[in-house]
């Protein structure tokens, strides 16, 4: 039997209930957070970020690539001379 059958059986949940002067605060704290975040939204979109310098992709020279094809060559043939052994 799983834990929660042996619970008693609720059909339905308690609802809060909140004043109607409740809801009112609340309208208002989120408007005022609204309000704010709009804000420096806005602030952020007057002041223009910095230029940013644009950056080279860097590229693989031809040697270099020759090169990093030569050490894999190196080192599978000395994982399979392992193998081998």
């Known amino acids: 039997?799983?834990?929660?059958?042996?619970a008693?059986?609720?059909?339905?949940?308690t609802k809060?209930?909140?004043?109607?002067?409740?809801?009112?605060?609340?309208?208002?704290?989120?408007?005022?957070?609204w309000a704010a975040a709009r804000k420096a939204k806005a602030e952020a979109a007057a002041t223009p970020a910095p230029?940013?310098?644009?950056k080279k992709k860097r590229r693989l020279s031809p040697e270099g690539r020759a090169r990093i094809i030569a050490a894999t060559k190196r080192r599978w043939?000395?994982?399979?001379?392992?193998?081998?052994?």
């Open 1 to 6: 039997m799983h834990p929660t059958s042996l």
């Open 8 to 13: 008693p059986a609720q059909t339905t949940a």
């Open 16 to 33: 809060r209930v909140l004043s109607a002067a409740a809801r009112r605060r609340m309208a208002v704290a989120q408007r005022k957070r």
């Open 51 to 54: 230029a940013k310098a644009n």
């Open 77 to 85: 043939a000395a994982a399979r001379k392992a193998a081998a052994r």
